[in-house]
């Protein structure tokens, strides 16, 4: 997607003159004002993504765009209400950033009533309170992706007891896709109903015991589980054990009971992409392997010979994704590919370590 910057709203207006928004013209816009960034993706109308990152300045600033098309405010997200009000049932993606200076007001989620036809949602905020307002209004009938990152202002915040999680999740039959960061899984009873979810994200600091049946997951494809403390052993291996469709895992876990799970992985007929924080002496079994990942800043827990008598028996391997160079001369015949140094640099620190490289 193209992308435009500029700081002149004369120059903006001359650039839209040429765009005719009815057709199928997808382009980025970027406008810098003081030390904050809005960012709008827009497709057409019919196919209208708005992607919000809130302004934290409280001076005004009002422009409007081919007829109101689009309208950008500093404060509280208002520049959401204008495109949302008018075309909201034409949108099929909406990207929704709050920064948590300030309560976001609640009737610019409201709004998200009108976005019946949404297939994609996602909401990245700092406050529990922002989640709940946001799915309260989500429509679900036509939702396949649902993304939710909380990335918690204060560590001992409490959830909102009247949590809408669950209804959202109990009345989204397309739905496909979930991610969820910081989000209490004890609020997901109705994901064991999900037949439908074909990949699940799991990020938080401790996973507790799950008490949905994970047999009606079957569906699943791609599994993320990336927590210190997993707290539920007996139902992700029951999860590994009924989900013979996975083919993409990434797991990360500090918790003594990681190389159990690992273990019930083998069986995976279909497994082809794993992700893990270290080599294991169980690897030598997962001779099926195309892709792998393996996220370390230390040394390994494997020998050079290890490593190179489970890569003998991996015939299928195509690619090997790690932070590190110590085993190059032994991916000789391997596509290698090593993270950026600003991703190394960053691996102990960073929750979300796992998107340095997509999966």
């Not at 600033?61 to 208002?78: A, E």
């Not at 054990?241 to 279909?270: Q, T």
């Not at 590190?324 to 015949?333: A, C, G, K, V, Y």
């Amino acid at each position: 997607m193209a992308q435009i910057e500029m700081l002149n709203y004369d120059v903006l207006r001359e650039i839209f003159s040429y765009l005719d928004i009815y057709d199928r013209v997808r382009m980025g816009l970027v406008c810098k004002k003081w030390h904050n960034v809005v960012e709008i993706m827009m497709g057409s109308i019919h196919k209208m993504c708005i992607h919000v990152v809130d302004i934290r300045d409280h001076r005004s600033y009002s422009k409007k765009i081919q007829n109101d098309v689009l309208k950008i405010r500093t404060s509280n997200g208002r520049y959401l209400e204008k495109p949302l009000r008018k075309f909201a049932s034409n949108l099929y993606k909406i990207k929704i950033e709050d920064n948590g200076r300030w309560d976001t007001s609640p009737y610019i989620y409201k709004l998200l009533k009108k976005c019946t036809n949404l297939t994609y949602a996602r909401l990245v905020c700092q406050r529990s309170q922002s989640v709940e307002h946001f799915l309260e209004f989500l429509p679900t009938d036509n939702l396949e992706d649902l993304s939710i990152i909380l990335n918690l202002k204060r560590k001992m915040e409490q959830w909102p007891r009247n949590s809408y999680m669950d209804k959202v999740l109990a009345n989204s039959p397309k739905l496909k896709s979930l991610e969820l960061h910081n989000v209490p899984i004890t609020e997901l009873s109705s994901i064991g109903g999900m037949e439908t979810l074909k990949a699940l994200y799991i990020n938080a600091e401790e996973l507790p015991h799950l008490s949905f049946d994970m047999k009606k997951l079957r569906n699943l494809e791609t599994l993320v589980i990336t927590c210190m403390q997993l707290g539920s052993r007996d139902n992700l291996i029951n999860l590994i054990r009924n989900c013979k469709k996975l083919h993409s895992v990434r797991f990360g876990s500090d918790d003594p009971s990681y190389e159990i799970i690992l273990n019930e992985m083998i069986s995976l007929p279909n497994l082809r992409r794993l992700c893990l924080l270290d080599f294991y002496e169980s690897w030598h079994n997962f001779s099926n392997l195309e892709e792998i990942q393996i996220w370390y800043d230390e040394p390994s827990s494997m020998t050079k010979d290890q490593i190179k008598s489970f890569l003998e028996r991996s015939e299928n391997l195509k690619t090997y994704y790690f932070f590190d160079s110590e085993f190059e001369e032994l991916f000789q015949n391997v596509v290698i590919e090593i993270g950026h140094e600003c991703e190394r640099k960053d691996i102990k620190e960073c929750k979300h370590w796992y998107y340095a490289i997509p999966f």
